[in-house]
């Protein structure tokens, strides 16, 4: 590397990835599919209701008066 040449950092690596755009594009985006409806600690994705443990709400507790 040249004197003139600094690395990339650890930002501007992220700022320029665009691997998820392209697939998003593409419709072949796989890590996240929208929640059409939000039940508690259920929600539905793609028409099926699933049980959402991969929030804090995974109990249902969110939206309790308690």
Do not use: H, Q
């Amino acid at each position: 590397m040249s004197e003139t040449t600094s690395p990339p950092t650890v930002l501007r690596k992220c700022f320029e990835w665009e691997d998820a755009a392209r697939a998003r594009e593409s419709g072949l985006y796989p890590f996240f599919r929208p929640i059409t409806e939000a039940r508690g600690s259920k929600v539905i994705v793609e028409g099926r209701e699933l049980i959402m443990a991969g929030s804090n709400n995974y109990l249902g507790l969110a939206t309790t008066r308690e």
